[in-house]
């Protein structure tokens, strides 16, 4: 299983960061959470002079300050695997220290310190995008899967007309492989009973209905040795072992595993999951952005970052 543990992490293009300690002037934190609630979040890096709102993901070197107004919250998660820390007004305003060497080690310590790393390459400028001029007879878009591997058979997912009805179609190398048609608009499970999917082939699938051109996607099934190893670091990465982390942010680091990994639809499932519980963390919406850009979404990106800017700048 070590050999399997260091492909994964290698998958992350990162070496382990055992006691790790940051030179000067390095990022050592990353805002994770966001929760205005009545009051408000701001943030004055050491080069600036004047506060502004924060952004999701920002990364903050020793010198920056936060500060929390009323019943705001966030939540900063320090580099190299050394914890979280939930900033209130009871603590604000708040200046991020130099981080310390720690003595910190084994295989969860050297993931998250890794994936903190991830996210703060995720920090994005993000600024209100004008959505352009909708017809009103919207074509079909595929959702998921569109590009990228996955954990087992697929979910077809699509947007399109709730009066509407759908085929779709499954292709491997060597032809057709499943069909199904007169479908309402709705998640279609690839069903037991149909063909079993080969790993690492490329499979594409497409969407049919009337009016439309029709609309494909592809995506390759990892091998069931692949999925053991991908699962049991995803049991690494679960709110009950990591004490200390909160759920938004072991959701943002399962998400951006997920990511690195090209699994782009069990991503997007982590994000939407934890945003159903919590709409309002911009956090959440700034790498569900990221998710729909890299599978060729631009309009549902540009909404996600619109939401986060908007989520993360609001004022009372």
Not at 165 to 175: D, N
Not at 189 to 213: C, G, H, I, M, Q
Not at 228 to 252: F, H, M, Q
């Amino acid at each position: 299983m070590g050999v399997l543990w260091c492909v994964i992490l290698g998958g992350l293009l990162l070496a382990p960061t055992s006691g790790f300690a940051a030179s000067p002037g390095d990022p050592v934190a990353l805002l994770t959470e966001i929760r205005p609630g009545q009051g408000e979040v701001r943030v004055k890096l050491a080069t600036d002079s004047e506060w502004r709102a924060s952004l999701p993901l920002l990364s903050l070197r020793p010198g920056d300050q936060i500060r929390v107004t009323q019943n705001a919250v966030v939540v900063l998660m320090f580099v190299g695997g050394q914890g979280t820390l939930t900033i209130a007004a009871a603590n604000s305003p708040y200046t991020v220290p130099v981080a310390a060497a720690g003595a910190t080690q084994g295989k969860t310590t050297d993931l998250v310190a890794n994936l903190t790393r991830i996210l703060m390459g995720k920090k994005r400028d993000l600024a209100y995008t004008p959505l352009t001029t909708r017809s009103i007879k919207q074509p079909p878009i595929i959702l998921s899967p569109r590009e990228g591997r996955l954990l087992g058979a697929p979910v077809l997912e699509w947007t399109g007309s709730d009066r509407a009805r759908y085929a779709v179609r499954l292709f491997g190398p060597q032809g057709r492989v499943w069909e199904q048609a007169n479908l309402p608009q709705a998640p279609v499970p690839y069903p037991p009973s149909a063909p079993s999917l080969n790993p690492d082939v490329v499979y594409r699938w497409e969407l049919e209905t009337k009016d439309f051109p029709v609309q494909q996607g592809q995506f390759v099934v990892l091998s069931s040795t692949e999925i053991a190893s991908i699962r049991e670091t995803l049991s690494s990465l679960e709110p009950g072992a990591l004490p200390g982390y909160p759920k938004n942010t072991v959701a943002l680091m399962r998400a951006g595993f997920l990511f690195e990994q090209e699994l782009y639809a069990e991503a997007r499932e982590e994000l939407l999951s934890a945003l159903k519980a919590d709409p309002d963390e911009p956090s959440l919406h700034l790498m569900l952005g990221h998710v729909y850009e890299r599978t060729g979404l631009p309009a549902l990106a540009g909404e996600e970052f619109d939401e986060a800017h908007y989520l993360s700048s609001r004022t009372p």
